[in-house]
């Protein structure tokens, strides 16, 4: 064994290496557990662009948004939830550059003829930033900057505190977010194509009201990139 596998794994000794979606220790020179690489939650197949599941399972009925299209790596379960959790609630930021990449290879694979000019991402209040230390899906944006190339810009604010999604039925979701994002002035977005990104796609409301106010305010088109999308479209057919 030469001297950097041999450094390599002492240092492994006194750091582990772990999977870079659920944290669990893995051997040295892997970046993926066995458990995540085989795992359900990747959306491997042909997407939906309006719904962003995999057409199999869509039944959104091409409902229209105000954006393009929506695609994301894995389905919010498995070692991407764990990853997703860790980063939002344990402050591991290590997550958002690991999930980034994934993210950066499902614009790739689904956008390919798209010429963004902005990468934006959903807005947090200044009181939600605080309390939680960053803002995620600003974090993702930087990611997506590193391997995509597409300058970030901060395009949208949010002008008052919403209920968390997550907490209200879906009938509800979208009239709490009705007005909640305005644009910032100072950004010229007309006629440009912007790939925006946020964490969790559930039903779309906080996306869609992102994307209508960049679309007002000039944007020719805007399409979406998450994370994660939740499974309970996929359920409702099951």
């Known amino acids: 064994m030469d001297k950097e596998k041999l450094k ?21 020179y892997l970046q993926i557990c066995d458990e995540c690489e085989n795992g359900s939650f990747y959306i491997r197949n042909e997407i939906c662009h309006f719904c962003g599941v995999e057409k199999e399972y869509c039944v959104c009925k091409k409902k229209k948004n ?43 694979k689904n956008y390919p003829d798209v010429s963004f000019d902005y990468i934006t991402f959903v807005p947090m209040t200044k009181r939600q930033i605080k309390e939680r230390g960053f803002n995620q899906s600003e974090l993702f944006a930087e990611g997506l900057y590193d391997l995509l190339l597409v300058p970030v810009k901060s395009c949208l604010v949010k002008v008052f505190e919403t209920k968390q999604q ?20 100072s950004v010229d977005l007309e006629g440009k194509t912007i790939l925006l990104c946020d964490d969790i796609q559930t039903t779309g409301s906080t996306l869609n009201e992102c994307a209508k106010m960049l679309k007002l305010a000039g944007a020719k088109e805007v399409y979406c990139v998450t994370a994660a999308i939740t499974k309970k479209r996929v359920d409702k057919k099951q």
């Open 66 to 108: 105000s954006y393009s299209g929506i695609c994301a790596p894995f389905y919010y379960e498995g070692g991407a939830k764990k990853a997703i959790l860790n980063l939002k609630f344990r402050k591991k930021t290590q997550y958002a550059k690991n999930l980034a990449g994934y993210m950066a290879e499902c614009v790739e």
């Open 166 to 185: 997550h907490t209200l039925k879906e009938s509800l979701r979208k009239g709490n977010v009705l007005g909640a994002f305005d644009v910032d002035k």
């Open 8 to 28: 390599k794994l002492l240092i492994n000794a006194f750091f582990p290496e772990r999977c870079e979606l659920c944290g669990k220790v893995i051997y040295p």
